[in-house]
């Protein structure tokens, strides 16, 4: 997928979440004004955004969508991320302690990481995780 800006990805992401009733239409305003005001401290080195908001800020169920990106974006100056997970957690202690942890572990292995950035489409993302 191929994107202007950093703000888009954020739309791009939400956009399912959206949709399916997960998150409120603002909640991927308050991820671009967190990623404002605090800085894309999100980004990982090893090109993984995971870009979030608090729960009070829109989200309705736990959710998550994954985007991978045919060129790393820039997250405000931050490194470049080519794997983008937008999450949302109802409860603030599971955004930090399940969110985050689950997401880091699966993406932990390189391996899964090269068949990401190799996968054609929604069916392979899927058969991936």
């Not at 959206?18 to 605090?38: C, D, F």
């Not at 401290?41 to 985007?67: N, T």
């Not at 974006?73 to 931050?78: C, E, L, P, R």
Request: with cysteine.
């Amino acid at each position: 997928m191929s994107v202007r800006d950093w703000r888009e990805v954020i739309a791009l992401a939400a956009q399912p979440l959206v949709q399916g009733g997960y998150v409120r239409e603002s909640y991927p305003q308050a991820v671009i004004a967190n990623t404002l005001t605090h800085g894309a401290w999100y980004v990982f080195e090893e090109g993984i955004a995971i870009p979030h908001a608090r729960p009070e800020a829109g989200v309705l169920k736990d959710c998550f969508s994954l985007i991978v990106l045919d060129e790393p974006v820039s997250f405000n100056g931050s490194e470049r991320a080519d794997i983008v997970i937008m999450f949302g957690a109802r409860d603030r202690n599971a955004h930090i302690e399940e969110g985050i942890r689950a997401i880091v572990t699966l993406l932990e292995d390189e391996e899964t990481l090269v068949q990401l950035r190799r996968a054609s489409s929604a069916a392979e993302v899927i058969s991936i995780l």
